[in-house]
C-alpha cells in the first residue's frame, strides 16, 4: 500500500485547501478510504471516510458542513476540499486505508498511511 498526500499548506481563517491523495500498490477501487489529522503530540483523529464507490461519505462533527471527501477511481486520488477553515483545523492530514470498511468512520486499524501534508490555518 502506497498513499502519497499533498496539498497542505498554510491558509488564513476562513480559506479554503485541497488535498490530494494518490494510491498505489492494491486495487483503489475495492476500499472505503478515509483522512485522518494529528496535531503533534496529541492523539491521531478521524476526520472523513468514503465508500469505496463514493456514494457515501462521513463527516467527523468537528468538520462537517465544511469539508468534502471524494474520489475518482479511474485515477486512483481521494480529495478532500476544506473551507472555512479555522486554526483548530491546524494538523498533519493523512490519507488512510483501513483495513475494511467496518473502520472507515474511525481511526484504527489501519492498512497503510501516508506520508502527511501539513495544513496551517493562520493569519
Known amino acids: 500500500v502506497q498513499l502519497q498526500a499533498s496539498g497542505g499548506g498554510l491558509v488564513q481563517p476562513g480559506g479554503s485547501l485541497r488535498l490530494s491523495c494518490t494510491a498505489s500498490?492494491?486495487?483503489?477501487?475495492?476500499?472505503?478510504m478515509r483522512w485522518l489529522r494529528q496535531v503533534p503530540g496529541k492523539e491521531i483523529e478521524w476526520v472523513s471516510g468514503?465508500?469505496?464507490?463514493?456514494?457515501?461519505?462521513y463527516y467527523a462533527n468537528s468538520v462537517k458542513d465544511r469539508f468534502t471527501i471524494s474520489r475518482d477511481n479511474t485515477k486512483n486520488t481521494l480529495w478532500l476540499q476544506m473551507s472555512s477553515l479555522k486554526p483548530e483545523d491546524t494538523a498533519v492530514y493523512y490519507c488512510?486505508?483501513?483495513?475494511?470498511?467496518?473502520?472507515?468512520?474511525?481511526?484504527?486499524?489501519?492498512?497503510?498511511r501516508g506520508q502527511g501534508t501539513l495544513v496551517t490555518v493562520s493569519s
Open positions: 500498490g492494491f486495487t483503489f477501487e475495492a476500499y472505503a
Open positions: 488512510d486505508k483501513p483495513y475494511d470498511s467496518r473502520w472507515v468512520k474511525t481511526s484504527a486499524r489501519s492498512d497503510g
Open positions: 468514503i465508500d469505496r464507490d463514493g456514494h457515501i461519505t
